[in-house]
């Protein structure tokens, strides 16, 4: 049971940056999915979610620049990233969400020229 997340990197601001996490060893379809972030030095903050059903949510400092999505067929989760700003730098983690929490591993985001 496991979490992959890739896609990380070093982009300019007002770039662009795909974030993937595949699943495997549990039933990717039936649980909602998170993405957070974390800087250095505090706590995770939740950006973005999609329930099992498709329903998304996002965090005020994202919305209209990141887009959450999944594909059940390929048991992944994405974050799509726009218009990156420099306080957007942080790593980030997919999640399952699930009252056993499972977290894959940090991928870092650095936005910078």
């Known amino acids: 049971v496991q979490l992959q997340a890739s896609g990380g990197g070093l982009v300019q601001p007002g770039g662009s940056l795909r974030l993937s996490c595949k699943a495997s060893g549990f039933r990717f379809s039936s649980y909602g999915m998170l993405w957070y972030r974390q800087f250095p030095g505090k706590e995770r903050e939740l950006v973005a979610g999609i329930s099992s059903g498709g329903t998304t949510n996002y965090a005020d400092s994202v919305k209209g620049r990141f887009t959450i999505s999944r594909d059940n067929g390929k048991n992944t989760v994405s974050l799509q990233m726009n218009s990156l700003k420099p306080e957007d730098t942080a790593v980030y983690y997919c999640?399952?969400?699930?009252?056993?929490?499972?977290w894959g591993q940090g991928t870092l985001v650095t936005v910078s020229s």
């Open positions: 999640k399952r969400d699930s009252t056993v929490g499972l």
